[in-house]
Every structure is written in structure tokens, then in C-alpha cells.
């Protein structure tokens, strides 16, 4: 009994290194932009699945900076009020818990150039962007600038280690229901 115990807090603690290894560092606009002006970032964003325990990292030059703000500040494009301002250069933002965070820049005239990312944090591999777990999700509605477009794929499994992650918790999981033969 003692040995099956032991086993099973062994599998318990080695679940979770799993789960804390494989947080993503999601360096913004890359691989083939950043945090500037002439990056798509809504795209890129889009193509992301961010969940808890990920890292934003932005990387900008001396005439930039990154400023959390809320949403409607996001949408007017404004720094008053802001929840964190980041200067310097290299800055790394964890993905603490789920929900929407916003981020903008803060030199005049940025923002309303496109520099600007609304980032989705899901509590887990298995919840669906913008909805809460156990609640379904609205159906998806065509933006203004593209009438009847429809909305882009997933992201493939393997973009951030879901796969993996849910592939090691259910290995995890059945290694556990298993009798053991001692």
C-alpha cells in the first residue's frame, strides 16, 4: 500500500513539472514581425493559443513601449488611466489567469496605426476562445470590413504543446486507474 502511494503522488508531482514545463513564451508578431507598426498583430494573435502559465515576450526598439490598458482604452487608442506601463526594450508579461488582457503602444499615433494586441488567456487546453468553461460560445460574426468572410481556422494542435500536454495527462491519467501488480 505504502509502494502505491508512493507511486501515485510520484505521477501526481511529475504531471504537474509536465504542465510547468511546457509553458510557451509567445514572442509578439514573430516569426515574421514584432512589436511595430508595420506588423499585423490581430493576425498574429489569432494564429496563437495562449493559456495560463504562457509568457508574452515583446521586443521593441527605444521608440516604443508597451502599455496594459482596459478594453475600452483599447479601442480609443488610449494610455490614460493604464493598468501597467513596460519601457526598455525586452519585456516579458505572464499569463497569470484567463481573460482578455490588452496592449497597445504608447508613442502618439501607434495605436492608430495597428499597434495594438488583444490577447485571449484560456484557463486550460479544453476551453474554447472567449467563452468560459461550461458555457458555449457565440456564434462568430463577421467583422465590418469583410462582410460574409469567414472566421480563420484553429491554430494547429501542435502551435503551442496542447497536444503533448493533453497526450501526457492522459497517459498520467490511465497510469493511475491502473491496478498495480505488487
Known sequence: ???RRALLVFFAATAIVF????AV???VGAPNGGWDTSTDLA???RSQSFTVGDNLVFRYTSNHDVVEVTQANYD??????????HTGGNTVIALSSPGR????CGTPGHCSQGMKVEIDTLASAGTPPGSAPGTPSSPEVPSAE???STPP???PASSNGVGLKACLAGGIGLMLMMPLAI
Open 146 to 148: 469583410s462582410p460574409g
Open 25 to 27: 513564451d509567445h514572442t
Open 101 to 104: 488582457r490588452y496592449f497597445i
Open 43 to 45: 493576425a498574429w494573435a
Open 19 to 22: 504542465q510547468l514545463a511546457m
Open 76 to 85: 480609443s487608442c488610449s494610455i490614460s488611466n493604464s493598468v501597467e506601463t
Open 153 to 155: 481556422p484553429p491554430p
Open 1 to 3: 500500500m505504502a509502494v
